[in-house]
Nanobody
Framework: QVQLVESGGGLVQAGGSLRLSCAAS????????MGWFRQAPGKEREFVAA?????????YYADSVKGRFTISRDNAKNTVYLQMNGLKPGDTAVYYC???????????????????WGRGTQVTVSS
């Protein structure tokens, strides 16, 4: 059983920065694909960023955050991060960390391919 706990959310003005953290426990973190998703009120959950397990240079981003957000992982700390710069009001959402522990081909942008989820952390960007 894998537990994921997000932290680092909060209220920030447009143009500001936040760094989200997701601490994982249980299992072998370094072998997991990790992703960040977000859900704004009244909208469906959407992909934000993902990082593969075997190659930390393999990262994926939604077009809406590319160039502003950076995903990274520290396998020694069992933690994945999401550095968010240049925040916009449209980035306001609950941000969820997810882990994909299954073997096989990984679809990093697909929420259905992740089998563990955190409870989320609220990010609010004021204009």
């Amino acid at each position: 059983q894998v537990q994921l706990v997000e932290s680092g959310g909060g209220l920030v003005q447009a143009g500001g920065s936040l760094r989200l953290s997701c601490a994982a426990s249980g299992g072998t973190f370094s072998s997991y694909g990790m992703g960040w998703f977000r859900q704004a009120p009244g909208k469906e959950r959407e992909f934000v960023a993902a990082i593969l397990n075997w190659n930390e240079e393999n990262t994926y981003y939604a077009d809406s955050v590319k160039g502003r957000f950076t995903i990274s992982r520290d396998n020694a700390k069992n933690t994945v991060y999401l550095q968010m710069n240049g925040l916009k009001p449209g980035d306001t959402a609950v941000y969820y960390c997810a882990a994909r522990t299954r073997a096989g081909v990984f679809a990093p942008r697909a929420s259905y391919d992740y089998n563990y989820w955190g409870r989320g952390t609220q990010v609010t960007v004021s204009s």
